[in-house]
């Protein structure tokens, strides 16, 4: 009987889905995982042509400028700093090259799944210096502030953190007009908690936190089309089960404790006010740009890539001239071919290219 | 004798017959493993299959087996995707100085114990040491012939439109295994590799039926790259049945967390297996009444639509493509 229920209710929310008639809807996914699950699923294959899905800028790796990569690899060639990082990251495109290819120039960069991982490098290896490259949203974020909170509780020297940590509230803003309805990333509200999401509605952005799941991603969207209908800004969590309305207090207490907000600069989107963090003056010894002396690296991307309109939902990957000729997941040419979440990756990989 | 291996052992000396026969003759040991330079082979008329396979995991031990189960498997199981039945090997090995000899007899024991299984004898054999750093411990190649069963002719590009997909048990244990042996994720879990002699499968399978189109095993890759390569050569699409897919809990669990996609995980256990649908349940029902194929499953079907490339039905029963293999496994951010 409670598998029956189950059942009936996903059927009604793909019902739903399928059978829309309405004005055209512009939905945008924010979170990398999202655009990749919705593929996985086949979701877009179930749209009637009055939606449109987007993949916005929720995956950390896309949105990380250039520039940071080129940070990378002074650290890593000119100051011989052992760069540790989520493997994502190896392939991204730098102005002249990725950190993968800077191994072959004697770079040590080496691939960890948490940046605890990394300082526990550093105690191994006290006779070098280990940069961990702290990307992410707020999911990420409390893992790096833990890892150089222990490091000066334990007195460590020879580790730092490069970072380019972003917050979501004030993108949402910026790509208010890209989109009818965002599906919020569940666990960045997991952390986050919702009350920003749902004062955003005054600004008239409108959005469902959305968990991961088949059954609850077919569910937001649902929703975000029922209530795109009444015409009117909303906010409904459709999450519930991981995401309350407080988010993860110690968790945020955390990243308050170690980072302060900061102006940051996404890929494709430019400079965004208060949307990124940095460490705070009790932590300059564990910030990589302060203790490297690091100039400031503006940084080339390749003109002819729009990853920056893609994640504005402004053109399709398949839009782009680069797209699967010079750029696929094997050389990609943009952050957005890189990594499994991104949209380029994830059209060219589920058959956009054919 | 000295607990770990020197060069002196591979020098060809006393001490590489003192390691022959005290390692490798006590567990190799039958009539045609000889001391001279080759072994003297009885064929019956008819086709013999021969294969080689080189083996360089790491760890060399690992939840469910070694390197030297993998080495004898991977070549017994090479053979039975032909349809042939395994009957000898030569094993080469190539040892790092320093390499512990308690090792290595634990691993010639698993050799001996996983070609017993198979009723496969070891008829010759090799042994060269590399001075330290210059290898990763040891490495095995394995080279197997194997009699072909009378009027058996299994290829890669027989696949048909309307032919079954089936696999063999659960897949993705191999590469989820040795992932979580080489990496330190913190994940404390009970998977163990699939590593297992297929020759016993295979010789059940024709003896249900004669129609096999495609035998493969699934190995690096996993059943999603050998699907792939399926495709192509036959020139024929395929759809799978995301829900009939075996995927254990814990594997599921791993790689729900990793981001990684089991079906490109690598199995040392696991065929894929193309025949007319028709044939299909006696199939499975046979595979599921033996040792390590008891959770085998008709995963999907041949089609003729979008050939070279694999359909998924997925959950929401929408269709999609199933990504194609390539690159490294990363692990994503989040």
Redesign the interface.
């Known amino acids: 009987m409670k598998t029956a229920c189950i059942e009936n209710k996903?059927m009604s929310a793909?019902e739903i889905i399928e059978s829309y008639k309405g004005k055209p809807l512009r939905i945008m996914e924010v979170c990398?995982?999202h655009t990749?699950e919705i593929?996985?699923?086949?979701?877009r294959?179930?749209l009637p042509d009055t939606i449109k899905l987007i993949s916005g800028p929720g995956c950390?790796?896309c949105v990380t400028p250039v520039g940071f990569i080129d940070e990378s690899l002074m650290l890593a060639l000119e100051h011989r700093a052992v760069i540790c990082t989520?493997?994502?990251l190896?392939r991204v495109p730098g102005s002249k090259m990725s950190l993968a290819d800077s191994r072959q120039k004697g770079a040590s960069i080496k691939?960890v799944?948490s940046p605890v991982?990394a300082l526990s490098y550093a105690k191994e290896h006290p006779d070098k210096e280990i940069v961990f490259l702290s990307?992410?949203?707020e999911?990420?974020t409390p893992a790096s502030c833990l890892a150089v909170k222990k490091a000066k509780a334990d007195g460590i020297k020879n580790f730092s953190l490069l970072v380019a940590n972003k917050t979501m509230p004030e993108a949402y803003k910026i790509l208010k007009n890209s989109a009818d309805a965002f599906l919020y990333p569940g666990?960045v509200d997991a952390i986050a908690g919702t009350s920003v999401c749902e004062s955003l509605v005054k600004e008239g952005v409108s959005g469902v936190v959305t968990g991961f799941t088949?059954n609850e991603l077919?569910t937001a969207l649902a929703v975000a089309i029922k209530l795109s209908e009444k015409g009117k800004p909303f906010f409904k969590n459709c999450y519930p089960r991981v995401v309350k309305s407080e988010g993860n207090i110690p968790a945020q207490e955390l990243v308050n404790e170690t980072m302060e907000s900061c102006d940051s600069e996404w890929r494709g989107l430019g400079k965004i006010k208060k949307s990124g963090l940095k460490l705070r003056a009790d932590y300059k010894d564990f910030d990589a740009r302060t203790r490297f002396n690091l100039p400031k690296i503006p940084g080339k991307s390749n003109p002819a890539c729009r990853c920056g309109d893609i994640l504005q939902g402004k053109c399709k990957p398949t839009e782009c001239g680069l797209f699967g000729k010079i750029c696929n997941?094997?050389h990609p040419v943009g952050a957005c071919m890189v990594?499994?979440?991104g949209a380029c990756s994830a059209y060219y990989?589920?058959?956009g290219n054919? | 004798m000295e607990k770990n291996i020197t060069l002196a052992h591979g020098a060809g000396g006393k001490q590489t017959s003192m390691l022959i026969d005290e390692v490798f003759k006590t567990h190799f040991s039958n009539p045609l493993l000889t001391a001279d330079d080759a072994a003297i082979l009885q064929i019956d008329s008819g086709k013999i299959a021969f294969s080689t396979d080189g083996f360089i995991v790491s760890p060399f031990e690992f939840p469910g087996g070694n390197i030297g189960k993998l080495s004898i498997c991977g070549t017994v199981n090479d053979l039975a995707c032909m349809g042939a039945k395994p009957l000898y090997l030569t094993c080469a090995f190539v040892i790092e100085e320093g390499f512990p000899l308690t090792i290595l007899e634990k691993i010639a024991s698993s050799m001996e114990k996983t070609a017993k299984e198979t009723g496969v004898k070891i008829v010759a054999g090799d042994t060269k040491v590399a001075g330290k750093g210059q290898i990763d411990n040891i490495f095995i190649t394995t080279s197997g012939v194997g009699q072909l069963a009378e009027g058996i002719s299994l290829s890669g590009s027989k696949a048909c439109v309307g032919d079954a997909v089936i696999v063999t048990g659960d897949i993705g244990r191999h590469g989820c295994s040795i992932l979580l042996s080489r990496?330190?994720?913190g994940i404390e879990t009970s998977i163990k590799s699939d590593c297992a002699p297929l020759w016993g499968a295979v010789e059940k399978m024709l003896e249900v039926t004669k129609t096999l189109h495609v035998i493969r095993d699934a190995t690096r890759g996993g059943v999603g790259t050998v699907l792939y390569e399926i495709a192509n050569q036959s020139n024929v699409g395929i759809c799978l049945d995301s829900k009939e897919i075996p995927v254990s809990g814990e594997v599921a669990g791993v790689c729900g967390m990793l981001?990684l996609e089991p079906l490109y995980l690598a199995c040392e256990g696991r065929l894929v297996v193309f025949a007319p649908m028709d044939e299909a349940e006696q199939i499975v029902k046979t595979l599921r009444q033996l040792p390590y194929s008891k959770e085998a499953a008709v995963i999907g079907e041949v089609t003729s639509e979008m050939p070279g490339?694999v359909v998924?039905k997925?959950?929401?029963?929408?269709?999609?493509?199933l990504?194609?293999p390539?690159?490294e496994l990363?692990?994503?951010?989040?």
Not at chain 2, 330 to 334: A, G, M
């Open positions: 996903k793909k990398g995982t990749h593929f996985r699923l086949g979701i294959n179930i950390p790796v989520f493997g994502d190896l691939m799944y991982d990307v992410g949203f999911t990420t666990h088949a077919l997941p094997q990594s499994n979440e990989q589920y058959g054919l | 990496e330190d994720f981001g490339r998924m997925t959950e929401i029963g929408a269709k999609t493509l990504p194609e390539g690159g990363l692990p994503r951010i989040c």
